[in-house]
């Protein structure tokens, strides 16, 4: 991909995405009462930072796991084929299971996800994802719980990337391309 010009504008602060987390973490407590052991699955690589903090505001017995899929590659637009780079390495079946993704767009990863992982006789299976852009939806998914719902802009940040750059933002930044504006 051409590197072209931009710059990040904040649209969701550090400081909000922890005090969301931690209301999400609260319900998820909830609603998990009595399991257990919770088997939570990040989706590498965007949600490495959500999960990492998700899992420090879960004050319950709780497994890590990871699961590699991808539609976008280096791609800006979602192929509409997922494709698993790199499988669970537990066993997931008669388990409670909390899939953790970063953002759902289209909806073709989580939907694939979570009949792959269905296929395998989870005792529950829940899906978190931090972002969500329902208007970009093209097949029938909702996450079970949601932390923010987002316009159709191109973001970065807190673990999502633009061309494998900004992962390491500590915000949700707008990505603004400056090479098209007038000047
Ligand atoms: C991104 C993102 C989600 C998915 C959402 O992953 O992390 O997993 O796309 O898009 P969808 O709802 O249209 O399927 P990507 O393939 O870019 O990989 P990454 O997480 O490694 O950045």
Do not use: C
Request: proline residues 3%.
């Amino acid at each position: 991909m051409p590197h072209r010009a931009y710059v990040i504008d904040e649209m969701i602060s550090a400081k909000s995405i922890a005090a969301r987390i931690e209301a999400l973490a609260s319900e998820i407590k909830t609603a998990f009462t009595g399991t257990e052991k919770l088997i939570v699955v990040g989706l590498l690589r965007g949600s490495f930072v959500f999960i990492a903090d998700l899992v420090r505001e879960l004050d319950m017995n709780v497994e890590v796991d990871f699961l590699e899929a991808s539609s976008y590659g280096e791609a800006m637009e979602s192929s509409r084929e997922v494709r698993i780079l790199k499988d669970l390495r537990g066993e997931i079946g008669g388990k409670d299971v909390l899939v953790v993704e970063d953002i759902v767009d289209t909806g073709f990863t989580l939907k694939h996800v979570v009949g792959l992982l269905m296929s395998r006789n989870p005792r529950r299976l829940e899906t978190i994802a931090l972002l969500d852009k329902p208007s970009r939806r093209e097949v029938d998914i909702k996450a079970s719980w949601t932390g923010f719902e987002i316009p159709d802009a191109f973001v970065v940040g807190y673990g999502i990337d633009f061309a494998q750059r900004n992962r390491n933002l500590p915000y949700i930044g707008k990505v603004r391309f400056t090479d098209d504006e007038p000047g």
